[in-house]
């Protein structure tokens, strides 16, 4: 079975640009005015940065799915998605403001820190839909930062709304002497994981 595309329910950019880079088309399925989007984000005592990006992940695609019922919307893939940094076992989720960002640029600062993303997908009228699941972890390796560099990237505005507070596709390219693992996955959305997601789905 095939589609014409997929319902993508994020509003990262950077994603919507790496679907394209592989040639699946999209469209947007964004949450109503009364969802709290960012509450699914908070974090539960005890959980390892894996399986709180893979729980927020599949909180995502549920209330993707109620949103396609709701709105009577055609029938295709529904994929969703979430990224996180984590250092050791800490999640650094987005930061609240430019001290918050710059206390992660700090922390991550001459170090090793993973970066995780997890992707799901499932078709929303098949009964139950069948969800599809994958994670993807890299290592990412920074050389060790100015005071300057940290300050600069922090009153950019740049860090906001980004996990760990940074864009890889940003100037912080420049800092990265490493990384093991997918570079989509760390921009937010890994390619090889979402193709055969979609394969397994039927689409491919």
């Known amino acids: 079975m095939s589609t014409p595309f997929v319902w993508l329910a994020s509003q990262s950019p950077r994603r919507r640009e790496l679907l394209a880079q592989i040639g699946v088309r999209h469209e947007l399925l964004l949450p109503d005015a009364d969802e709290d989007a960012e509450a699914l984000e908070a974090e539960r005592p005890g959980e390892s940065p894996e399986q709180y990006v893979q729980r927020v992940t599949r909180a995502k695609l549920d209330a993707a799915l109620a949103r396609w019922r709701r709105r009577g919307l055609p029938a295709a893939p529904v994929l969703c998605a979430d990224t ?15 001290g918050d960002a710059r206390a992660m640029l700090q922390r991550l600062s001459g170090h090793t820190h993973r970066v995780l993303t997890a992707v799901a997908l499932a078709w929303p009228d098949r009964d139950p839909p069948a969800v599809h699941e994958a994670l993807s972890v890299s290592h990412v390796r920074w050389r060790v930062l100015e005071a300057a560099e940290i ?23 420049r800092w990265t002497e490493h990384i093991e693992g997918s570079y989509s996955g760390i921009m937010g959305l890994p390619l090889f994981e979402v193709d055969r997601l979609l394969r397994a789905a039927g689409r491919g």
């Open 84 to 98: 996180t940094v984590a250092f050791g076992r800490t999640v650094l989720g987005k930061p609240a403001d430019a």
């Open 151 to 173: 300050e600069a990237y922090a009153a950019s505005g740049e860090p906001m709304g980004k996990a760990g507070a940074y864009a890889i596709q940003s100037g912080a390219a």
